[in-house]
Nanobody, 114 residues
Framework: QVQLVESGGGLVQPGGSLRLSCAAS????????MGWYRQPPGMQRDLVAT???????LYADAVKGRFTISRDNTENTLYLQMDTLKPEDTAVYYC????????WGQGTQVTVSS
């Protein structure tokens, strides 16, 4: 069974940066497209960034130009570099395949506030 473990969240001021990591067990990492999702308080979980097995990348409009997704296939780790953070980026961030195929991890809380 694939396990997804997110880390790297925290409290940051508007305009700041954070780097999230997702450690994935099993072979899912090299086979499927991987993505970062986020769920703001009281709202649905949405996909914000996707990286395909061939390396192509897609971003949601809300994060385009500020977030960078990357993957290390040798370490089965997915990253999300988040720059120029805004209060509206506050959410629990999760990783999974795109579309999601595995149980969700615990996520990592990102809070952007002054």
């Amino acid at each position: 069974q694939v396990q997804l473990v997110e880390s790297g969240g925290g409290l940051v001021q508007p305009g700041g940066s954070l780097r999230l990591s997702c450690a994935a067990s099993g072979s899912t990492f090299t086979i499927y497209a991987m993505g970062w999702y986020r769920q703001p308080p009281g709202m649905q979980r949405d996909l914000v960034a996707t990286i395909f097995s061939g390396g192509s990348i897609l971003y949601a409009d809300a994060v385009k130009g500020r977030f960078t997704i990357s993957r290390d296939n040798t370490e089965n780790t997915l990253y999300l570099q988040m720059d120029t953070l805004k209060p509206e980026d506050t959410a629990v961030y999760y990783c999974n395949t795109v579309p999601p195929r595995h149980s969700w991890g615990q996520g990592t809380q990102v809070t952007v506030s002054s």
